[in-house]
């Protein structure tokens, strides 16, 4: 069975603050509004630099992001990602246009 390697983080500080962000953008009471932003923007949810980009996850979370290192920045991808999956079905299939394509 897979099992996905465990890479130190570089900068736990930073790292944590963009963490922060993902955790208060999927939380139970926050992840429609949020899934709302990203399809105003037009944005796909899994492009998560455009997404960032645009602010959705706030201003100190990209630059926080902006700060990490390679393997950092790819754990936080992973993790936000992983999030976006987890999305419940219900609220995925509300925002389908923003999961279809992929």
């Known amino acids: ?3 996905q390697a465990m890479i ?13 962000a993902l ?16 399809a105003g923007a037009k944005l796909r ?3 998560f630099e455009a997404v960032l980009a645009h602010g959705f996850l706030g201003a100190p979370a990209q630059t ?3 700060k990490l ?10 993790q936000y990602l992983r ?6 079905p219900e609220v995925r299939q509300k925002f389908f246009r923003l999961y279809a394509g992929y």
């Open 45 to 47: 949810v899994r492009q």
């Open 1 to 3: 069975m897979f099992e």
């Open 69 to 78: 290192g390679d393997a950092d920045r790819g754990q936080i991808r992973e």
């Open 23 to 38: 955790d208060e953008a999927f939380a139970p009471a926050r992840v429609e509004r949020f899934l709302r932003e990203v």
């Open 83 to 88: 999030r976006v999956e987890q999305v419940a």
């Open 8 to 20: 130190a983080v570089q900068d736990q500080a930073t790292f944590s603050v963009v963490r922060q």
């Open 64 to 66: 926080a992001y902006g």
